[in-house]
């Protein structure tokens, strides 16, 4: 059972399919997908209890991944608010490219090539997982599609070439001759469309698709101030963390966001992590750029490289890293799950 109410039609039809498709006994019985995924092998998988993956409601595919989309020049875009999030690609080589969350909210995944090199930005609302991979494995370069499936609250993407699944938030093979396959997470981040443009002024920003959504709006309202997760029946994180708090997650470490509030400025595990108000929430008001400002953070390493890293809920981090390491600063003993 969701705990939440959402609140938009949209969500609400969501939520319904849910309820229906993730019944007690629907969900943990893989040959009842075998139709759906003829293609896909079941027998391989790290998966133990088959309840864990339910459906999110929208079947294989029916929120569309985008690919090869169409990019205007960063100082002609008119259609974005300067606060809203943006997740900035930047591979040298090519002109930073912008990909707004307005796009990512109603498609999950864009594949795309960036100064040769194949990539998938992705970003899962419900985790607010937002991470770019490289989508070449063992040389051949896989494109990646919506399963429609939940795991912990956090999507399960699927590549078309094997049709295995994969777990989003950890970007590893998850079902399918891909399973324990790793994906390569490149250094990109969040940040508000103001800041990438002041940044960037020759900079390209993702063109809107040509798909009937409403884009700039927030389908998921007031969901990041909500008690608990949706879809979500895992434990809550540790030392009292509320599960939809913000963490920067680098590896198996998380910061904690309120800390890098008050701080600005963390250098702690060889890395430099800075925070800047800005960037406005895009899982709070109806208006994705109107949302309350959540910042945005960078991290770096000790020779100034930007580091790949997450920034998603404390519930997620937990979910998938269960003996992490959450990095509460100096005045609370640093905690190791």
């Known amino acids: 059972m969701p705990r939440m109410a959402l609140a938009t039609p949209f969500a609400a039809l969501v939520a319904v399919l849910a309820l229906g498709l993730a019944a007690p006994g629907v969900q ?3 040959k009842l997908w075998e139709d759906e995924w003829p293609e896909t092998d079941f027998e391989n998988t790290v998966i133990d209890d088959w309840s864990e993956i339910i459906s999110g409601g929208p079947p294989k595919d029916g929120i569309p991944a985008l690919s090869d989309p169409g990019f205007v020049p960063a100082d002609t875009e008119t259609r974005l608010s300067p606060r ?25 995944i864009v594949n795309d090539e960036v100064a040769g090199v194949p990539i998938a930005v992705t970003f899962c609302p419900l985790c607010n997982s937002g991470i770019t991979f490289d ?17 912990n609250s956090d999507m399960v993407m699927y590549d078309r070439q094997t049709q295995s ?25 969040m940040e ?8 960037n002024p020759d900079g390209l920003v993702m063109d809107e698709p040509s798909h009937s959504r409403a884009y700039g709006q927030n389908p998921y309202r007031n969901y990041d101030s909500a008690r608990e997760p949706f879809l979500y029946n895992g434990e809550d994180p540790p030392h009292g963390i509320d599960p939809l708090v913000r963490v920067v997650r680098v590896g198996g470490r998380a910061w904690p966001m309120n800390r890098l509030r008050k701080e600005g ?16 929430s895009a899982l709070d008001t109806a208006s994705i750029g109107e949302g309350r400002d959540v910042g945005t953070v960078r991290v770096r390493d000790a020779r100034g490289r930007d580091v790949a890293h997450d920034m998603l809920f404390a519930f997620a981090f937990h979910a998938f890293w269960p003996e992490g390491e959450w990095m509460l600063g100096p005045d609370t003993e640093t905690a190791q799950e």
Do not use: C, N
């Open 28 to 30: 943990a019985y893989p």
């Open 84 to 108: 809203e999030p943006v997740i900035t690609v930047i591979i040298e080589g090519a002109r930073a490219r912008a990909y707004p969350i307005r796009y990512l909210m109603w498609h999950e």
């Open 135 to 151: 989508r070449r494995v063992d040389g051949k370069v896989l494109w990646f599609g919506v399963s429609g499936k939940l795991r």
């Open 165 to 189: 699944w994969w777990q989003q938030a950890v970007g590893r093979g998850i079902v399918g001759r891909m399973t324990g396959v790793e994906l390569k997470s490149l250094p990109t981040w």
């Open 192 to 199: 508000s469309w103001e800041q990438f443009r002041t940044a």
């Open 265 to 280: 400025r963390i250098e702690e595990a060889g890395l430099t992590i800075t925070w800047e108000s800005g960037q406005a």
